[in-house]
Nanobody
Framework: QVQLVESGGGLVQPGGSLRLSCVAS????????MGWYRQAPGKQRELVVE???????NYADSVKGRFTISRDNAKNTVLLQMNRLKPEDTAVYYC?????????????WGQGTQVTVSS
């Protein structure tokens, strides 16, 4: 069973920054896709950003120019740098990793980390 362990969430003032980290118990070298999703109270889980093998990166319009996804293969880690945070970014953030290919993959989720943006 693969585990994804997230960290880095917390309380931050509007305009501040946070960096989320997701460490996988399996090598991320041959992933099909990795990304971050979020779910605010009373809302559906939504894509924040996803990076797909081959180099495609898809950001939600609401975070473009503020959030950046990166990976460290040696540490089996995917990171999310969040800058210029807004109250509407408040949500539980989930790491998502897909191992395999576009037509067949194993998908795993982290347990979620709370991000609260408030003054």
């Amino acid at each position: 069973q693969v585990q994804l362990v997230e960290s880095g969430g917390g309380l931050v003032q509007p305009g501040g920054s946070l960096r989320l980290s997701c460490v996988a118990s399996r090598s991320i070298f041959r992933t099909y896709a990795m990304g971050w999703y979020r779910q605010a109270p009373g809302k559906q889980r939504e894509l924040v950003v996803e990076t797909i093998s081959g180099g495609t990166i898809n950001y939600a319009d609401s975070v473009k120019g503020r959030f950046t996804i990166s990976r460290d293969n040696a540490k089996n880690t995917v990171l999310l740098q969040m800058n210029r945070l807004k109250p509407e970014d408040t949500a539980v953030y989930y790491c998502n990793v897909k191992w395999g290919s576009s037509w067949s993959y194993e998908e795993y989720w982290g347990q979620g980390t709370q991000v609260t943006v408030s003054s």
